[in-house]
């Protein structure tokens, strides 16, 4: 008898792992995440014009939705390498800004966002403790406003001024 509920139970999970998923599940959505190329103007991040590209592959973006449709979750993971030039001075330096990171969309319009590994975040005048630029080694944790302000930012790790950094 023991034998037999071993079996039935081997065959049950057997089942599950091959039957299909049900109609109202959604896969998840990946795409090549689309790395900002232009200029920061000067005020914006740091006191002089900045430069970025990517260099070489851009993240992963996958988006993960609930049974009607909605996204529950934006993630970004993979290797990225971002270029940042000091307009005025040419100084250039190279970023690891392959950390992973998620974004929870909220019912008001916001989201909820938290990130690990290096991470290259930009705050603006109109974000909490901006303008900056700022490459992150650790874990943040930040809220955006339904009018995209970053705000409540929380960092456990290190975290360098690249604006000091390319303003030297």
Known sequence: MRQLRRIGLAFGA??????????????????????????????QVCSFA???????????????????????KIGFTGVSYISLTND?????????????????????????????????????PTDSGGPALLQIRGRETFTISPSGQIQNLVVVGTVTDLCAVLGS
């Open 14 to 43: 057997a089942l599950l792992v091959f039957l299909p998923q049900t109609a109202g599940a959604t896969q998840p959505l990946r795409f090549p995440s689309g790395a900002f190329v232009g200029t920061f103007a000067a005020g």
């Open 50 to 72: 900045v430069d970025t590209a990517p260099v070489g592959a851009t993240q992963t973006e996958t988006l993960y939705f609930d049974r009607s449709g909605n996204v529950i």
């Open 88 to 124: 005025t001075t040419k100084k250039t330096i190279v970023v690891n800004a392959s950390g992973t990171g998620a974004l929870y969309p909220q019912g008001d319009g916001s989201f909820l966002g938290s990130g690990g590994g290096p991470g290259l975040f930009a705050l603006f």
